[in-house]
């Protein structure tokens, strides 16, 4: 996050403490608590019940699409189920073979290993990954120069679930060695409504209707910063109000969070107004905004351009993003047509 910003960013990735233990106190454990995403769980009902009655462990698994739909709690979700153990790392974790090894070795059959950010593996390390997914087996360079030997490690029956937020980045070998692809897509709001009346019941919060349908609403169809946005309304009511959750609660938390109805945050409308007003409203490479905004490349293409894109404001193209019409008329600006 840039210093320059000082609002918090309710859309930013999860970091801080508080918002990992909110997650995972309102994380579903079980399929049939998950909300949202039902073309992929009828896929998962029937992978993991053939693979119980065959007494197998489950196929490599692959999760994708932007942060904050779910990867992570499936991939628990599919431990909690199979009552397999479950191992968490992160693709920029894993620095060596040798982690992965001393991940791999200690793993049961039928135990599962996430990798988290799994396009960030280097190259060693997810070279090592390929004869360890396929064979189970695991190659290990014992020494150096002439004398070097590989070592021929076998492995558990481990099931490997990767995430990923690109996964134009991953390689094909890597990609093709996954029994199930499987891609996120954004929560329908009646969805995202159905979550945060879910969330509000666990927290031991009264909300109406219609706050709920707001909180939703700006929730840019997506779980994570919906939960983040019921607990700032929270705070908000039980400050300014009655602690009952409801529109004008939600409204006004919004606009002191300067939230505006589509759910777009400062930062986002910064986006927009710095390639207006910087670079003719682009294209602009994604490097050069990144830098003119402040954030990392990750940050603005995993978190921000997203759902900027799903709205039709901005739009990729091979020469860079641009704001769109419908952009332009978001700031309340008049759009001149550009040949590009
Ligand atoms: N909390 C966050 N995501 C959820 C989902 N998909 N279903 C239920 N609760 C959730």
Redesign the pocket.
């Given at each position: 996050m840039s210093s320059s910003v000082i609002t918090e960013s309710v859309i930013a990735p999860a970091c801080k403490k508080e918002d990992l233990l909110l997650d995972s106190t309102?994380?579903?454990r079980q399929l049939k608590?998950?909300?949202?995403?039902q073309k992929i769980k009828e896929s998962l009902e029937i992978i993991m019940e053939a693979a119980k009655n065959r007494g197998e462990s489950l196929e490599h698994m692959l999760f994708h699409g932007p942060a904050g739909l779910?990867k992570t709690?499936l991939a628990h979700i599919l431990s909690y189920e199979m009552q397999a153990n479950i191992k968490v790392t992160s693709g920029p974790i894993l620095e060596r073979t040798g982690d992965l090894a001393s991940l791999l070795t200690n793993l049961n059959d039928g135990d599962i290993l996430f990798i988290d950010e799994i396009h960030r593996l280097n190259r060693t390390v997810e070279e090592a990954l390929y004869p360890a997914m396929e064979d189970f087996r695991l190659d290990i360079v014992v020494g150096k120069g002439p004398s070097a030997q590989v070592l021929e490690l076998n492995l558990p029956r481990f099931t490997l679930i990767g995430a990923t937020t690109r996964i134009g980045l991953l390689t094909n070998p890597l990609r093709s060695r996954f029994g199930g692809l499987f891609r996120l897509n954004l929560y329908s709001p009646a969805e995202i409504q159905t979550?945060v009346n879910?969330?509000a019941k666990i927290l031991n919060l009264t909300i109406e209707p219609n706050g709920a349908c707001a909180i939703a609403g700006c929730s840019r169809r997506n779980?994570?910063i919906a939960?983040r946005l019921l607990k700032r309304v929270r705070d908000f009511a039980q400050v300014k109000g009655d602690g009952i959750i409801n529109e004008k609660m939600a409204k006004k938390a919004f606009s002191m969070l300067e939230i505006d109805n589509s759910g777009l945050e400062k930062i986002d409308r910064d986006i927009l107004k710095v390639i207006v007003e910087k670079f003719g409203g682009g294209p602009i490479g994604v490097q050069t905004l990144a830098a003119a905004i402040g954030e990392e490349e990750d940050t603005l293409v995993d978190v921000y351009e997203p759902y900027l894109m799903e709205l039709g404001l901005i739009a990729r193209t091979p020469r860079g993003r641009v704001v769109t019409a419908n952009g332009y008329q978001h700031l309340g600006l008049k759009h001149i047509a550009k040949k590009i």
């Open positions: 309102l994380r579903p608590e998950y909300i949202g995403q779910g709690t979550i879910r969330s779980p994570r939960n």
